[in-house]
Structures are given as C-alpha cells and as structure tokens.
C-alpha cells in the first residue's frame, strides 16, 4: 500500500542512508508535531514525543512491512509514543495523589496560539472531550487522514472507527452548543 515515493525513500533508509533519513524527518516532521501538538496540548512534550518517533521509526525500519504509507505507519508511532507517555504520566500521578494539595494548572498553548475567536472556542471544546474522541477528531478533520489509515493507526476496524468518529463529533456538536447557550444567558 505504499505509495512509489515512499517506496523508493524505503529502500534508501533500509540502505542505512543519513539524506533519506533526513528527507523522511524534512517531510513528516510538521505534520506529526501537529499531531501530537493537538493530543497533548503542551508544545515541550509534543516536541519530545515528535524526536521519539522518529527515533522509534529510524530503529523500527527494517520492520516496516508497507501495508500503509510511511505517513500512516509515523502517525500510529506517535499516536503509541502518546499513549505510553499518557500511561506514564498516570502512573506518576498516582505516586504523587497522596503528597500533592492541589493541582498543577495546564498549560493550554492552543488557546493562546489562537488568533481567531471561533479557533479558541474550537479547541476549547476539543479539550472538553476525552481523549478517545479528541484523538478521532484530530486524526481525522485537523490531520487529514482517512478512515482507512485511522483504523490502521488506532488499530481498530474502519467501520468501527467511522462510527466512533461520528459521535465524537456529536459530542464536539453538544460541547459547542452548550457554549453557545451559556453564552446567551449571560
């Protein structure tokens, strides 16, 4: 399923060469920081999780099997690469439940990045859903990618995912008319 691009830049990296690598990180990069920037709303953990792919990629080549693109195969790394930091991340908060008062705000880097009013409110109310469904919405709408390579990144059958994807815009739609209403009572 790999496009003849990824193809020949496959058999270069296979080949152990340093400028296909490079060509691969020159033509991902973006995109999977984008990614990764939506799913963990803090720039220095997507841009820490963003080198860890490619780290991962690098070393996992010659297990790249090309029954999806390059693009799809970078995006289910990372989307792991976020999953095993979300794990980690629990794991040591619950270490530190007992000693902690209070919470620690988080920082929201996309509200502040947000030059437009209905941007803001957009990914304010992305952040008001969990995770499963802001990963389906951001996969799907703000990356670009088909239900297809959804499922392959997700690991989950398509049909599966197109459903899960249409409530979870459902849920964006009822988080964004709930703001709308709180907003006129006001």
């Known amino acids: 399923m790999t496009k003849p691009d990824d193809q020949r830049l496959l058999r270069s990296l296979r080949a152990g060469d340093s400028e296909a690598c490079a060509e691969l990180v020159c033509g991902h990069y973006q995109g999977i920081y984008r990614f990764l920037l939506h799913l963990t709303r803090d720039i220095p953990r997507a841009e820490d999780l963003t080198q860890e792919t490619f780290a991962a990629a690098w070393e996992g080549i010659a297990t790249f099997q090309g029954r999806s693109s390059l693009a799809t195969w970078l995006h289910r790394i990372a989307?792991?690469?976020f999953i095993g930091?979300?794990?980690s991340q629990r794991r040591a908060s619950i270490m530190h439940e007992r000693t902690a008062s209070?919470?620690?705000p988080v920082a929201d880097p996309l509200e502040t990045a947000a030059a437009l009013d209905e941007a803001r409110r957009?990914?304010?109310a992305l952040d008001e859903l969990d995770a499963a469904d802001r990963t389906l919405l951001v996969l799907h709408y703000l990356q670009g990618l088909s239900y297809r390579d959804?499922?392959?990144v997700l690991q989950e059958p398509t049909g599966t995912v197109k459903w899960?994807?249409?409530?979870?815009?459902?849920?964006?739609?009822?988080?964004?008319s709930d703001e709308v209403s709180d907003y006129a009572i006001r």
């Not at 899960?164 to 964004?176: P, Y």
């Open 79 to 81: 989307y792991t690469k």
């Open 102 to 104: 209070t919470a620690l």
């Open 85 to 87: 930091a979300q794990r």
């Open 122 to 124: 957009l990914y304010e």
């Open 164 to 176: 899960r994807t249409s409530e979870a815009l459902d849920r964006l739609r009822t988080v964004l």
């Open 150 to 152: 959804m499922a392959m």
